[in-house]
């Protein structure tokens, strides 16, 4: 009897160790799964600002514009990030933990198999017991009892042996998924944040880069209506910034439109060979005019 009470013992601390990794590693998909959701809403969110940026662009000054656009694809480019950030955390983290109720269902299926074995032989102990003490004279009884306890007892022995397999089994697999479950979660986020990082850094610098001044001077010049009207020194300081045309032809927003004057029959040479460049990501900033063939190229709001 002491035998099935160790064993019973022993089982008891097998289904605490099933019971409380059933209850940890739900909790754990739980919140990984909120984690999960709320970093895509995070996305979406982000995903929202860079819309708000480009509109915000489209209505400044070249300079702000550029850099405006600059940031909002680099914003844009961490959210791609994040996507596949999302997409990683739901398939090596999230899921293995939703599908891992499997296993402990089939564990808890052993233990409950090894209790109906042992309430069989606790059964038959307490048959031989009650027969010894009412009929102690009848040995053939007693001797086909304490048969019967012995094959519970050995079936009580073997499906305990099994038990411990399987939990041993269950322990270490439990402990190399936890082990698995994080370190994937782990390397997930450093290798978004470290892509996120140099995008940032990248985004920073474009930031302070940025030359207000170029801005400010359009401003005033558009508050004070004269365009067309700087002086050589104005004129050379307002010219649009490398960063701006670059921007500006990468957004594909330069459009250059190419025209010839239909002759005047009373004047036929006095529109010949004019040309004029206009370039809406451009309106406001002072011209530079080029001699082309037989006529100018011309930044719009500006006369030859």
């Known amino acids: 009897m002491n035998i099935v009470f160790s064993r019973d013992s022993q089982v008891r601390g097998m289904d605490n160790t099933v019971a409380d990794t059933e209850k940890y590693f739900g909790q754990f998909c739980s919140l990984l799964a909120s984690y999960t959701r709320k970093t895509a809403r995070l996305r979406d969110k982000a995903d929202q600002l860079v819309k708000q940026l480009i509109d915000f662009a489209n209505s400044e000054n070249p300079e702000l514009r550029a850099t405006m656009r600059g940031f909002a694809e680099d914003l844009a480019k961490v959210q791609d990030y994040r996507q ?69 007892a050995m079936d009580s022995s073997r499906t305990t042996l099994q038990l411990e397999e399987t939990v041993d089994a269950f322990q270490r697999q439990k402990l190399k998924d936890l082990q698995t479950f994080f370190s994937n979660f782990v390397t997930i986020e450093m290798v978004f944040h470290a892509k996120a990082l140099e995008v940032y850094s990248s985004a920073f610098q474009a930031l302070e880069k940025y030359d207000l001044e170029r801005d400010l001077q359009d401003f005033r010049a558009k508050m004070q209506g004269v365009y067309g009207h700087y002086d ?54 002072s011209a530079h005019c080029v001699c082309g063939q037989g006529g100018y190229l011309m930044l719009p709001g500006h006369s030859p």
């Open 84 to 152: 596949a950030q999302v997409e990683r955390l739901e398939t090596k983290v999230v899921n293995p933990l939703k599908l891992y109720g499997a296993q402990i269902k089939q564990t808890r299926a052993e233990i409950k198999k090894f209790k109906r074995v042992q309430n069989h032989e606790i059964k038959q102990l307490e048959k031989l017991e009650k027969l010894r003490q009412n009929s102690p004279w009848d040995r053939q009884m007693i001797s086909q009892a304490e048969t019967r306890v012995q094959r519970a």
């Open 232 to 285: 050589t020194q104005l004129l050379a300081n307002t010219n649009p910034s490398p960063s701006v045309l670059q921007s500006l032809a990468r957004q594909g927003t330069l459009q250059v439109q190419l025209y010839r004057a239909n002759e005047d029959p009373e004047h036929p040479h006095a529109n010949h060979g004019r040309f004029s460049l206009r370039d809406r990501g451009l309106r406001g900033q």
